[in-house]
């Protein structure tokens, strides 16, 4: 119950940074979404969207100015991450299509099971993504390690915030909501907040 506690604060501190920031998170938001029409452009500006969101936990905004930096100062590995994402992608959509279509007696439980995975790997890169930015080494391996490592070390801290961006990212796939609401720079706040929960928990274990 306490990491359950621990991911709603979270949550609620990260409402608030955002609200107080409203206009600069709107224009960043304005900004992600229009660099990802590119398709190519999706990664460096949700990289660009973490980066004035780190800012802004640390009571600097930066806004637009900041998301620019962002982009431009991690393009190298945003792009690698989004291939390695963009392949993710194909691979569930794929398998998710032909079992949804097999006559296969197995078929609705395996269609079952990689909703379940999709859903993982989505929640996993998301707590990872603020792991890259909140570590000393800007490294996507150890972003990666450290994103497995609080996935399963703390499930609970991370299942509402992260269960909170995947609906934020499909209501905004389906309503087209980030424009209005600013939601790509609202994810990135709970998701840095939730490993910064998760590293001051640790950090406090250790010294008791």
């Known amino acids: 119950m306490t990491d359950i506690r621990r991911g709603l604060q ?19 938001s304005l900004a992600f979404i229009l660099l990802s029409l590119t398709v190519l452009g999706f990664a460096p500006a949700l990289f660009g969207v973490f980066h004035q969101a780190l800012d802004l936990t640390r009571g600097i905004r930066t806004g637009i100015a900041g998301w620019w930096e962002g982009v431009k100062l991690y393009l190298k590995d945003s792009l690698l991450w989004g291939l390695l994402n963009l392949i993710a992608l194909a691979i569930f959509a794929f398998t998710l299509w032909f079992y949804a279509n097999s006559s296969f007696s197995l078929a609705p439980y395996l269609v079952i099971l990689i909703s379940v995975l999709a859903l993982s790997w989505f929640v996993w890169q998301f707590i990872s993504l603020a792991c890259y930015f909140l570590q000393a080494e800007r ?45 790509p720079a609202l994810m990135s706040l709970i998701a840095l907040l939730c490993v910064q929960s998760y590293t001051k928990a640790s950090n406090t274990s250790e010294n008791t």
């Open 10 to 28: 979270a949550i609620g501190k990260a409402f608030s940074l955002w609200w107080q920031d409203w206009s600069n998170q709107e224009l960043v």
């Open 139 to 183: 490294s996507l391996k150890l972003a990666w390690k450290n994103g497995f490592a609080v996935l399963f070390t703390e499930p609970l801290l991370v299942l509402l915030p992260g269960l909170l961006a995947f609906s934020l990212m499909l209501l905004s796939v389906r309503f087209f909501i980030p424009l209005m609401i600013g939601s």
